[in-house]
């Protein structure tokens, strides 16, 4: 599974009713790939804001632990 998230250095963004914040990873606000168009309008509204600000796909695998 690709998940798309927005990263500006070493933290990660999650998305706010009134905004946003700069969170560890497993805070962060994730979408799916075909949520993209979603992901470019916040890239471009906090891109001003958040110098370091990129884009960045995920990619989850499930194998066996055990």
Same mark, same amino acid.
């Given at each position: 599974?690709?998940?798309?998230?927005?990263?500006?250095?070493?933290?990660?963004?999650?998305?706010?009713?009134?905004?946003?914040?700069?969170?560890?990873?497993?805070?962060?606000?994730?979408?799916?790939?075909?949520?993209?168009?979603?992901?470019? #309008?916040?890239?471009?509204?906090?891109?001003?804001?958040? #110098?370091?600000? #990129?884009?960045?796909?995920?990619?989850?695998?499930?194998?066996?632990?055990?």
């Amino acid at each position: 599974m690709d998940l798309l998230v927005l990263k500006s250095g070493t933290s990660y963004v999650r998305i706010l009713d009134d905004g946003y914040e700069l969170v560890n990873m497993n805070k962060a606000s994730v979408y799916p790939i075909n949520q993209k168009t979603i992901v470019l #309008e916040y890239f471009q509204s906090l891109q001003k804001e958040l #110098e370091l600000l #990129e884009i960045k796909k995920l990619i989850l695998t499930e194998e066996d632990y055990v």
